[in-house]
C-alpha cells in the first residue's frame, strides 16, 4: 500500500487537554470527529505514549480547542513536541493565552476559535492508541476565524526541511519536520523496530520519508 494516500485524508488540528489532581497537560491531535448530535458526542483517538491519554483514562474528562488558521508555529512546538511528563505545559505558558473551563481543565484561547468540554462514555484500544467517545457537555465559539486542516498546516505552518548532507539516507517526518539521518544514528531506519516512534512527536515510522 501507498501510505501517502492518508495524507489527503482531511482532518483538522486540535490541542486536548486534560489533568488529574496535581496538574493540567495537553497535546496535539488530529483525529476528533462528532458522530451524533442528540445525544451530542465526539470521539478522539490519543497516543498511549501520550501524557495526556493517561490523564483522561484516569479522570474522564477532557477539552479540546480547536486551532485556526491564525495559530503559528509555536503553538505546535509548545504542545506537541515535548511529554507533559517531562514539563509543566501550562506553567510557562502565556496565562493571556487560554482560560479555565466550567470543569476546571484549561482551553486555549490563542490560535483557536472554539472548543468542547466532554465526558468520556466509553473507550476501544486500538493497538498504539486509545479512542475515547465521549459527550459534548459544554463548550463556545471564540472566534470566527476559519479552522485549520492538517494540510493548510504542512503547506503554510510547518517549517520547511532545511537541507542536509550526510553519507547516508536521511528520512524526514512528515509531522514534526524531524531529521533521521542514518549515517549520524548509526542504525538503518528500516532496520529500527516496527514500534519505534519520532522522538519529537512521537508518530511512527509511516510518517517518515525518504529524503531524496
Known amino acids: 500500500m501507498n501510505s501517502k494516500a492518508m495524507y489527503n485524508l482531511t482532518y ?7 489533568k488529574d489532581s496535581e496538574k493540567p497537560n495537553g497535546c496535539i491531535v488530529n483525529t476528533a470527529m462528532q458522530h451524533t448530535t442528540e445525544p451530542n458526542c465526539i470521539s478522539i483517538t490519543v497516543n498511549k505514549q501520550n501524557y495526556t491519554e493517561k490523564l483522561i483514562e484516569l479522570s474522564g474528562v ?4 480547536f486551532i485556526d488558521e491564525s495559530a503559528d508555529f509555536s503553538l505546535f ?26 470543569n476546571g481543565i ?3 484561547t490563542k490560535g483557536c476559535n472554539s472548543y468542547l468540554c466532554c465526558e468520556v462514555m ?33 503547506a503554510n505552518v510547518k ?29 538503518a531506519f528500516e532496520d529500527l523496530p516496527a514500534d519505534w516512534v519520532c522522538p519529537i512527536c512521537k508518530h511512527g515510522k509511516d510518517d517518515f520519508v525518504l529524503k531524496e
Open 62 to 65: 477532557f477539552n479540546i480547542s
Open 77 to 102: 512546538k509548545h504542545f506537541g513536541f515535548r511529554s507533559g511528563r517531562d514539563v509543566d505545559k501550562f506553567a510557562d505558558f502565556d496565562k493571556e493565552s487560554f482560560a479555565i473551563a466550567s
Open 12 to 18: 483538522g488540528l486540535f490541542v486536548l487537554t486534560s
Open 106 to 108: 484549561p482551553y486555549i
Open 159 to 187: 517549517p520547511k526541511p532545511q537541507a542536509v548532507k550526510s553519507e547516508g539516507k536521511v528520512w524526514v517526518c512528515n509531522i514534526c519536520g524531524y531529521v533521521y539521518d542514518e549515517a549520524k544514528e548509526g542504525v
Open 122 to 154: 466509553d473507550s476501544i484500544d486500538m493497538g498504539t492508541h486509545i479512542l475515547f467517545l465521549a459527550k459534548v457537555v459544554d463548550g463556545d465559539v471564540i472566534s470566527d476565524k476559519p479552522s485549520m486542516t492538517y494540510a493548510y498546516y504542512h
